[in-house]
């Protein structure tokens, strides 16, 4: 009997040993990733709090001033032109993300395999091209005196039309959002693309059982389904809109005047061309509230239509 | 018998702490390099500079990083030029070799201001004459005064800050853009005694083309605007422009052209008499404009509206075209004139080769011809050192790096390096007795039109929040704002950042510490029976720092 309880003292010990032991080896495994999580992501969101409600050029000690630079950030109109521009950028963002959702679409009914991977590698080949590239052939394309449009819009005969393009106060967001041609987002596809591939097979033939038509299998069937995904490609993009500067940086540095500033970049210029740290820590909890309560607007109006569906 | 199996979990805590090693290891300074980041900005100003370095001993081993904005593939011979005189330095001090930090200009200051905070700024950093200022009261850089009042090994003159154009006196100005009344740099591709201009690079045959003797380029605003209106009527780009530098520079060809002595006028003559060094005329511009007594002076509606006339002969869209693409307009032929640097000579000698003919002319002054206020001269030669390298405040930490670094400047600065450097480069020299390349000769102003001094021109635009007057002035130049709600808006922002300099010079922080430290030097000095002209100078500096202090005190309000 004492054997039989030895065992069984055994037995309850051991699970519990290795239960701890697998417990500290995921630990081990976890921590370098926490470890630079923390330091480089939460740490850093952590100060720029702090430094908002201070006056500090970087060096000298910081002087607390507590709600003057979200006072002076109510009142700065060129921060206001930015957020206008901004939200012209997020409302052109959110349109185009419809040309990737039905490229996935039109992707996904491809009934060859072969051609639909192929398909897919050529989709996946633009992504290995740096975005300063592509941002500084744009930048060669818009040049007036020796850029492609001009040189195009002049070889045909329509010299008149001829633009300035970034120049141009009016035209330079539309030929910020039109760098994206021709909109398909290959990382937002393929995430469409998986999710349509989870669905279950026995939903697309029962559609076509009942007779769906293609347009019918996209409104009811496809588009409904991708649903989750389609959030989840939502935030990145309310995000980056709301963020993102490096195009405007790299272009026009907010120009003509103001009319491609962005938030972002007027916060970028705030630190490191005024000096002025602490305002444009205060300009990024501004960018953060607001990303923050537009994508849950966004992602609770999609949840309710969902629900409703 | 089965193998013995390895335990995953003393496998896994080997793989975690080799990854701590290899993420320590990275930081681990080699030799020579800042030993730890530095201290955070010190409340109180420097103490006295450190006592003036011994030369570089053998043999310990240095790596002294440069950081600079020409790299090896800039169009300038300025890279190849400092790579000389480093090569040069290590066959005579082997130990010691060098490493170039590159980074161009368009981002630099961005890069070195992370460097700062995170320690790892290099030994020596090429500044711009306005960053001085800001790093030296932000305590990050190594205050030379000591090392320039010892003799240099690589020269004959007593001390080294004896062996510059214009010796001392040229420095006095660099000692007032900062709290500690030190000087922060060596002075290089600049020469203080001269009146070096940013010149027009013009393409003769467009010149021709449109009916001009390109032989004879315009002198005078009139008739550069004539010869720019003859470019645009025969549908050439008269003058290529960017939406970056472009703004500043082509505003400086106005607005430095206006205003000479113009601050003069809101102060004692005491303060403004002819032994008033230029530090004073800095405090008095400071002081100006934060009292808001710069806002709309009688010459800015002539002197803007030139400017925005003169922006009618830049190419379509320029406030689109990035800096790189200005040079490109008119390299190939597409653009008549561009302004640039001596520095950019032998680079666009070599782009242009013979594609074209090609010359340079200074830039045209406005005389009454055009406007009542303009001065009608260039700006004389400065008299002021401006433009060099600066030394990292760390290398205090480590004595025998910081004597191989104030060592190799003192080389850096040699006749034989300057001359050997200038060859090479197609630059000036700030050294005396170093000869002027041929090829640049042609950008020196005429010495008899050169004489215009404290000249005020466009300050109240261009000391203002440098992220915002760029756009405000694209906005003035396109027509989307009045020329009155420009002239408002430019002069709020140079108004509050002058508040600050004004407020922290007669703070605690400001001249206070520096005439302290003065008279207990001038006490030292006395007490030590130093020699009598050295005392002398000691004490015209502290009444001269206690001057300006009652100068500020007198005229700001707040």
Redesign the interface.
Known sequence: MADQLATNTAVHRTPSRRWR?QM??GW??V??AVLLNVVFDWYPMFDGIYRSFYRW?????AVYVGLENFEKIFNDT?FWTAVANMLFFLVASIVLMIPTIVTSVVLFRIRNMRAQYLYRVLFCIPMVVPWMVIILMW?FM?????GLFNNLIVAVGMEHLT???????EL?KWCLVFMGFPFVTTNAALIYLGGLKSVSDSVWEAGALDGVGPIQKFWYLELPLITGQFSLNLIGTITAAITGYTTQLI????????AS?VPGL?MY??A????KYGYASALGMVMFVMSLVITLLSVRFLQKEEHQS | MLAKKTN??WL??L??AM??LAACGASTPAAGEPTAAPE??P?EPAAEPTAAPEPAPAPKEFVIKIMTWHGPDSNTGYYDGYKQITDDYTAMHPNVTFEFVYQPLDGY??LL?TQ??SGSAPHVIQMQPWMYG?YA????LYNLNNAYNAKSAYADAERWIDTFSGGESSFAGIRSTNKFGGIFFVPSDSNATMSIGQPMFYNKDLFREAGLDPEKPPQTWTEYRAAMQALKDKGI?PVAAD??RWVGWSLGQVGYQFGEKYVDQFYDAKYTSENRGVEYYWDKVYLSLANGQLENADYYDDMLNIWKDYSQFW????????EA?AP??FM?G?AAMLQAGFWDFQGYSDLIGDKFAWGIFPVPVITSETSQYAIGKYNAPPNTQDYGFTVNATVEQDKELEAAVVDFLQYFSSVEAQTKYVGIAKSFSPVDGVPIPDEIKGFVNPSDKATAVEVVGSSFIEWG????W???S??FL?G?ISLEDYKTKVAELSRDGSKGYVESMIGADGYAPQIAAAEAKLAEMQSDGSNELMVNAQAATVENLKLRLEMMQTYYTP
């Not at chain 1, 633009?163 to 106060?169: A, I, K, V």
């Not at chain 1, 272009?251 to 103001?258: E, S």
Request: glycine residues 12%; contains cysteine.
């Open positions: 032991r500290w080896i081990a495994f921590a370098p050029d970087g060096y000298n000690t060129i930048q818009y040049n007036p005196q020796y633009q300035t393009w970034l120049g141009d106060s330079v272009l026009t540095k907010g120009g003509p005047g103001f500033m007027y210029f705030s490191f061309k005024s000096q | 995953p979990f896994t805590l793989c975690v990854l701590v955070p900005a409340e200051k961005e201001d700062f905070v800001e009261n932000k305590g990050v780009i939406n970056g190419q379509e869209g320029w406030t689109g075209t990035a693409d490109n307009l190939t597409q929040d440098g992220a915002i760029p756009g405000l694209q906005d396109m989307n």
